[in-house]
């Protein structure tokens, strides 16, 4: 067995086999077979590709590449959720709490943001003192004595993915649903859990552009987990616009924290998928029925737990539960209405780029974020407005804000009448 008889296999539209694919991933992984070669098979994969079997043993030699987290000493169902990434995307800063409260036990593995999308431990770590890193023995310990605890990924959790995403990015291989499925849960498979909800993000603003395609990749990741002993549920959902008001890491713990003290008074999208995600995640659980765990999450709202359980959470991880709001940045930039109507869908990708601009994102892993920049979304869609009122204002620390200026007056259109209601919730698998 060779490279590239492999790659003359799949060329040729056939299938690979389980062997074929593990000694192909290990040899990979192991600097034994050349970027040159993996990226012929990878697009390969691209325009012939796998087939239900083959992506789950894809997906099982990347979780085998690397360390497979063990959490058998933590007490209970472990359930985790990922998304796969959008502007104001802050619902793990609020499932994670929610679910605590309810003594499930939340064991998560989160990333750092590339681009225009952020990343939990991002906005984690713009909190004074909140720690990213623990051991694995405090992992543990935290989450037996919490009932949550959320880090960095470790250094060699499935190191074939991370070589593959990186060679994916440069080869114009990324769009693959088998490629994009087996790495998003290689890395959720390896981190533990018994279970995992996916918020699969379709729109303007995400990856996955559209509802036939967003489905795909939605059954394909359920087909993994299934085939790997792992219960999966996806809820796919709206990032056509951004998710609730704040786009920055500190506004968004903000949000977080707002949203857990007065859920009532959220923005209606955020809220509605936060409900959606965490009802699911009650119910892979605990075998609930959606009224009951969406009961179940309305309570610990109304009751002050998730809240009590976020502070406490971010106290155990070393963080100042008083220091959830973002500082006051050199400029406060407001962006005013040219005309009097009503607010359109505001375009995501646009004010995500706007907030990447001004340091809120990062363009490369060697940037340095600025956690109190970004984007606070004061007219949301379907909101009457006045000419000269505000529509969003700038937080930024930079000068040269022209660019970001124009890109948010851009996301936003105003028109004679108002726009239809956009569902939040596109579908639940």
């Known amino acids: 067995m060779n490279m590239l008889e492999l790659i003359d296999k799949k060329k040729r539209n056939n299938s690979l086999t389980e062997e074929e694919i593990q000694y192909m991933i290990t040899k990979y992984t192991k600097d034994e077979v050349p970027d040159y070669q993996m990226s012929s098979m990878l697009m390969a994969i691209l325009i012939n590709g ?24 933590i007490a209970g169902f472990k359930v985790d959720k990922h998304s796969t990434g959008g502007i104001g995307d802050k619902v793990s800063l609020l499932v994670a709490p ?25 906005k984690l770590e713009s909190i004074t003192g909140f720690h990213v890193e623990l051991s694995t023995e405090e992992f543990i ?28 990015d440069v080869t114009g291989t990324v769009d693959s649903i088998p490629l994009i499925a087996s790495s998003i849960m290689s890395k959720k498979i390896a981190s533990g859990a018994d279970g ?7 729109g303007k603003g995400a990856f996955m552009k559209d509802l036939e395609h967003a489905s795909e ?55 509605d998928v936060t409900l959606a995600i965490s009802s699911k995640m009650y119910q892979l659980a605990t075998g609930a029925s959606d009224d009951d765990a969406e009961q179940k999450v309305l309570e610990t709202l109304s009751n002050g737990a998730a809240l009590a359980k976020f502070k406490e959470f971010i106290s155990a991880q070393g963080g100042d539960a008083a220091d959830v ?100 919730i596109l579908k639940i698998m």
């Open 196 to 202: 995992i909800v996916l918020d699969v993000k379709c």
């Open 325 to 424: 709001y973002a500082k006051n940045t050199k400029h406060a930039i407001e962006v005013k209405a040219a005309k009097d109507g009503y607010i359109g869908i505001i375009d995501a990708e646009q004010i995500g780029k706007a907030s990447l601009l001004i340091g809120a994102g990062r363009l490369t892993k060697a940037d340095v974020l600025d956690f109190d920049a970004g984007v606070k979304l004061v007219a949301l869609t379907g909101q009457s407005v006045k000419k000269g009122d505000t529509l969003a204002i700038l937080y930024s620390n930079k000068d040269e804000v022209n660019e970001s200026i124009q890109l948010i007056e851009s996301a936003y259109s105003i028109a004679d009448v108002a726009p239809a209601k956009i569902k939040s």
């Open 50 to 73: 796998m087939n239900e079997q083959e992506t789950a043993w894809l997906t099982k030699a990347m979780v085998e590449s690397g360390d497979v987290i063990d959490l058998s000493s």
């Open 217 to 271: 990749l939605a059954e394909t990741m359920i087909q993994i987990g299934e085939s790997l002993g792992k219960k999966v549920a996806v809820v796919i959902t709206d990032m056509n616009q951004p998710l609730g008001h704040n786009i920055g890491n500190k506004l968004e713990v903000a949000e977080a924290n707002d949203f857990l003290s007065n859920y009532k008074e959220s923005e209606k999208g955020l809220l």
């Open 141 to 168: 310990k935290q989450v037996n004595e919490h009932k949550i605890a959320i880090v960095g990924q470790s250094g060699n959790l499935t190191p074939a993915d991370k070589k593959l995403y990186a060679l994916r």
């Open 98 to 122: 929610i679910l605590a409260s309810l003594n499930i036990p939340i064991a998560k593995m989160s990333g750092r943001g590339l681009g225009i999308t952020g990343g939990t431990v991002d």
